[in-house]
T-cell receptor, first 112, second 111 residues
């Protein structure tokens, strides 16, 4: 069974610091990886995706992928209180036809 | 932005009654999905569709059925609702860009 594991948190980070969120996945056939942000009572919102080993940067966000270790991470630089949310890691083994497998999410709190 | 709407937004129903949730999209996307989200379990796939009348089961499909008679509509039916089906239900579509776009969700309470 495909699994994506995340530490549920809460992860508390001071404003302006780097928040580091991690996830591991069990299916070695997974090819695409996604990070979603979900505010309380709202729907998940895609913030980053990564396919290749290494780093991918977009503004304050950096996604990192290590397929050998089956490990995905998300770094948030210069954390802001508005970054406080639950972050969901997801993996897909193909073109997405059979759905994404999600982790349970990490609750991030940015302390002003 | 993808046009995806879910209805109803909230529903309270009694155990044993049938319930249908609707997901409507306006942009002719082929793939549509139903997820449920529960504390401690995260998002879990119920059913998905890869075209009109083409559907398949996900991880937690027991007690649920789906139908897709038109590209734009994907219906999720609970034939006989149980308290364990109290949850937040999200519909998602897969667009040309990576990842999925989610609807606003339906909060279902079975009493």
């Amino acid at each position: 069974q495909k699994e994506v594991e995340q530490n549920s948190g809460p992860l508390s980070v001071p404003e302006g610091a780097i928040a580091s969120l991690n996830c591991t996945y069990s299916d070695r056939g997974s090819q695409s990886f996604f990070w979603y942000r979900q505010y309380s009572g709202k729907s998940p919102e895609l913030i980053m995706f990564i396919y290749s080993n290494g780093d991918k940067e977009d503004g304050r966000f950096t996604a990192q992928l290590n397929k050998a270790s089956q490990y995905v991470s998300l770094l948030i630089r210069d954390s802001q209180p508005s970054d406080s949310a639950t972050y969901l890691c997801a993996a897909s083994s193909g073109g997405g036809a059979d759905g994404l497998t999600f982790g349970k999410g990490t609750h991030l709190i940015i302390q002003p | 932005d993808a046009g995806i709407t879910q209805s109803p937004r909230h529903k309270v129903t009694e155990t044993g009654t049938p319930v249908t949730l609707r997901c409507h999209q306006t942009e002719n996307h082929r793939y549509m999905y139903w997820y449920r989200q529960d504390p401690g379990h995260g998002l879990r796939l119920i059913h998905y569709s890869y075209g009109v009348k083409d559907t398949d089961k996900g991880e937690v499909s027991d007690g649920y059925s789906v139908s897709r008679s038109k590209t734009e509509d994907f219906l999720l039916t609970l034939e006989s609702a149980t308290s364990s089906q109290t949850s937040v239900y999200f519909c998602a579509i897969s667009e040309d860009s990576p990842g999925y776009t989610f609807g606003s969700g339906t909060r279902l309470t079975v009493v």
